[in-house]
């Protein structure tokens, strides 16, 4: 599944705005994809952080595992941005 996270803003004499550096956090909640649970904390996730799946299935940005139900679930950054 993909989410998509948009910022739309008015910006006098700015070009662009973009995160600086691969090491930008960005701090998010998530709902797990099993059993709904909200994280009341904000986690945050980062392009320069990359931990491996289980099952050798490859890796992603984070991994965190429901406090509830104890399934894994895994977030990936792709970050791409639009042309005006």
């Known amino acids: ?3 998509s996270l948009q910022i739309s803003c008015d910006l006098e004499n700015i070009a662009a705005l973009s995160p600086v550096g691969e090491d930008f956090r960005w701090y998010l909640k998530f709902k797990c994809q099993s059993c709904g649970d909200k994280s009341e904390k904000w986690q945050y996730i980062t392009q320069e952080e990359s931990v491996p799946l289980k099952g050798g ?3 992603a940005n984070l991994v ?3 406090k509830l139900c104890g399934r894994e679930n895994s977030a990936v950054l792709l970050l791409r941005q639009k042309e005006r």
């Open 1 to 3: 599944m993909k989410v």
């Open 57 to 59: 299935r490859g890796s």
């Open 64 to 66: 965190i595992k429901c």
